[in-house]
Every structure is written in structure tokens, then in C-alpha cells.
């Protein structure tokens, strides 16, 4: 699974209790998107997350 290039958020694990209260593990991915942006001066693919292309910290290339 990928990794979020800016703020480096990935999976989180936890566990999952049902109505009975039997419990199994479980994994929470995040909203990752493979965007083109400008990094360093030059147009390149990064994977990054919803929230920081939301936020405005990734500078699309058009």
C-alpha cells in the first residue's frame, strides 16, 4: 500500500469488535491518490494523501 509523500500518514491497524463483542484485526488505509506535481522545480508523480491535496501543501503541475 502506498504512503502519503508529504505528510508520510499510512496504514493503521487496529481491531474490529463485533455486536457479539468477538474480535478480529483490522486495517485502516488511507486515502492515497497519485498526482503529478511539481517537486523541486520539475513535474513528478508522488503519491499523496486527500487531505494534503485539500490542504494545499502539493503544488498540482499542469
Known amino acids: 500500500m502506498a504512503k502519503c509523500s508529504i505528510c508520510g500518514k499510512g496504514v493503521t491497524f487496529g481491531i474490529k469488535v463485533s455486536h457479539s463483542h468477538r474480535?478480529?484485526?483490522?486495517?485502516?488505509k488511507p486515502n492515497v491518490k497519485r498526482v503529478k506535481a511539481v517537486v523541486n522545480g520539475s513535474p513528478q508523480y508522488i503519491h499523496a494523501c486527500t487531505r494534503c491535496l485539500r490542504s494545499g501543501k502539493v503544488a498540482r503541475a499542469v
Do not use: A, E
Open 23 to 28: 474480535r478480529s484485526n483490522r486495517m485502516w
